[in-house]
């Protein structure tokens, strides 16, 4: 069958022919359906039902042996209020549809339109989507519609990532089966009693939800048994593959019944996610979701170059004027969340830290905090983050540079879920500013670069906030009203007894509220955009010597002493390792954190230079800048005392 692409409108855009698979004729189909907020109740069997909306491209593609139904060329209205409507078009039993209308599902996504009727037909199934786009009821809907309540063995097994999923994932299938009755999820993982989970087992469960390790635990034990399996899931193979799971997946798919059906859902395809398919998947049928660009733009994306001693600054300058209603911040290391969360804490912020030293229970109040609004601010490392699923954050911030595209995407996908937007903001420092290109092709959309917010962007988001919380408090006061009256007689009280005018009394309050902290932000700005050494010129002027300055055999002390606010320092490159100019500033002033006029005079010799930098510098600093390396040369920087 040839490819056909449609659009919602139900035109008919293209004809391509389809590359044969090995293992027998394939199709492929290209469809433009709507996203998670718009509806329609299209199926591969079925599949007629597309309304216009903001867009998703889904790309269905089967290699069974059967030819696909042909799709219609225009689009069938959708009668909202018939049975047949959102998901009852699926002909999921009654008590799946009573549970769906319980829990306010109405429309499918669009991965839910692709994906159910082939899981229904019993088939395996690739599934490329994002976090956030509904792949649980995806995969949930059609394995319940398929489940024997009767039988009391595990029938399902649903392999995740992390701890914090495979509880979303258990809490999602409860929901669907809530009218079902009868129907046992249990989560196994890792952290949790084992004699607990295996009591559970004991009495019977149709669904299991757990983390490779955990299952492999319990299966080799003895106290898992798979013998009546139906399907797998594997949820997120990606992050299992990145947190080096993979074995642990191949070691169970290996254990399973000849007859099951397996299903996987990936965020992304690496090659080794393809080989998994290939080996373990009988002729699947592929999903994959794709936001155009109109939709990704949906997370804002930017990011600031500033220097690595100015981070925590900036991240402070960031939440003030970019303050969302829940942020996460990612760090790569466990020591690195530390010290950003203590230097959030003092600045005043309710802040949580999730890295591998976290108990689970810890975790998973931590969890609940987010999501219930007692803390706003989360700092976590990439693996503590995994599963995470939280609406209410609207803020991302990748404070280190993740390690690869892939985690990238993750990350920025904890924000801009369930149709909403949200932003994402990248700190590089200017070594780490050529990876953001390779970000972008991932992304498949531009990047913004911006500023550190100045003082004045802050100083009127602080004017803005004051001016709300006050505007609240006259709207929606708090407190008793028996309260309320104590602090009118106050008022009454002090405008007796000091004979001041409202207003005065009132700014007199306002200035209480800031509990002694300054309203404004006052003081340097130091964050001038740092330049790499290819942004240079290589003959700053008022620097360096070109090639006739000293050479052997030349004076060192001809140049006069430094300025009064610089010191002079030597570095252990000179003409010999091609080193010029811009070189030094370049290199010194990523690193040092300076703006490139800050730095002075350089004189460059045979072995060596001298370089005349701001007095005062830090130790820290000095240190970083004794191991930078130049041409491949490190600069053992080393003060030059002063001439008596």
Known sequence: MKPVTHTPDGGLLSHADAPADASGPSHHLNLDLPAPSGHGSPCLGSLGQIDAG????????????????????????EDRGSPAAGFGAFGLRGELLEGLERIGFREPSPIQKAAIPELLLGRDLVGQAQTGTGKTAAFGLPLLQRLDADQRSPQV????????LALQVSEAINGFAACMGRVRVLPIYG????????QQLRRGVQIVVGTPGRVMDHMRQGTLDLSGLRSLVLD???????????????WVLSQLPEQRQVVLFSATMPAEIRRISRNYLRSPAEVTIRQKAGDQRRIRQRFITV???????????????????????FARTKAVTLSVAESLESHGHEVAVLNGDVPQALRERTIERLRDGRVDVLVATDVAARGLDVD?????INYDIPFDSEAYVHRIGRTGRAGRSGDAILFVTPRERRFVQGLERAVGQPIEAMEV???????????DRLR??????????????????????????VVGEQGCPAEQLALAALQLSLGGRPLLMQGEERFATPHSSRERSEGDSGRGTGRNGPRRGGGETGDGPPEAHMERFRIEVGWRDRVKPGNIVGAIANEAGLSGRSIGRIRIFDTHSHVDLPRGMPDDVFSDLSRLRVMNKELQISRIPPSP
């Open 307 to 329: 220097n690595g001693p100015q981070k925590l600054e900036a991240l402070e300058r960031v939440l003030e004027s970019e303050r969302s209603e829940g942020v996460i911040i």
């Open 157 to 164: 097994l649903i392999l995740t990532p992390t701890r914090e």
């Open 54 to 77: 903001p867009s998703l491209s889904v790309e269905l593609s089967a290699t069974s042996d059967p030819p696909a139904p042909k799709l219609p060329a225009e689009t069938i209205s």
């Open 468 to 493: 709300q919380r006050l505007t609240e408090a006259i709207t929606s006061p708090v407190g008793s009203e028996e309260e309320r009256a104590l602090l009118a007689e106050i008022i009454q009280r």
């Open 392 to 396: 209410r954050i609207g803020l991302v």
């Open 236 to 250: 997120e193979a990606d992050e299992m593959l990145r947190m080096g799971f993979i074995d642990d997946v191949e």
């Open 191 to 198: 952290g949790a009693d084992f004699r607990e989970q295996i």
């Open 453 to 463: 917010p100045a003082n004045a962007t802050i100083n009127q988001h602080r004017l």
